[in-house]
């Protein structure tokens, strides 16, 4: 049995990581453009600076969970006897 069929849950849990980060990347990019174009003062800027900045970071550990849980199970498969 392949690890991808014995941890099935496992893997999709990796992909939904994964692409819920890339996602929660790109929403970030595009919240950040879109509050310095209607940002009326400079703590207006500063707050979607900060936003940008939260999101882009829980994105990419999003994504790098995502991979990590990949990596594992391509460990483990590598690693059978």
Known sequence: ??????????STLGTACRFTGWVLVV????????????A???SD???GAGVFLGSLVG??????Q???IKAVL???KNTRS
Do not use: D, N, P
């Open 1 to 10: 049995m392949s690890s991808r069929g014995q941890f099935r849950v496992l």
């Open 59 to 64: 994105g990419l550990l999003l994504v790098a």
């Open 45 to 47: 800027a500063l707050t």
């Open 40 to 42: 009326a003062s400079w």
């Open 66 to 68: 995502g991979q990590l």
């Open 74 to 76: 391509a460990i483990e």
């Open 27 to 38: 929403l970030a990019i595009a919240a950040a453009v879109t509050a310095a174009i209607t």
